[in-house]
């Protein structure tokens, strides 16, 4: 049996995972500790950061939230309709 993802739960599910995922980095950011967890991630890798985190800024934060769940959202249909698509 073929479970179907219905279009609108699945771009939900997508786009509030991706928000929340940046949600996270802004909190991170409005903290003051992305710039330390940045240079360890890198330093992980063997790297080193050539970014500097900016000053927190609402505005942008509202913009990083709605373009990532827009994303996480188109993905999200294009998923269902992929998976509709292969199980017919």
Not at 17 to 37: D, E, K, N, R
Not at 64 to 85: E, M, Q, R
Request: hydrophobic share 55%; with cysteine; aromatic share 14%.
């Amino acid at each position: 049996m073929t479970t179907y993802y219905s279009p609108l739960k699945t771009a939900l599910i997508g786009g509030l995972t991706l928000s929340a995922l940046h949600a996270c980095w802004i909190m991170l950011v409005a903290s003051g500790w992305a710039q330390p967890i940045l240079d360890f991630v890198f330093k992980l890798h063997m790297l080193n950061s050539p970014f500097i985190v900016q000053p927190f800024s609402l505005l942008l934060s509202l913009d990083l939230i709605a373009l990532t769940f827009a994303v996480g959202a188109f993905y999200g249909i294009v998923f269902s309709l992929i998976k509709k698509l292969i199980h017919q």
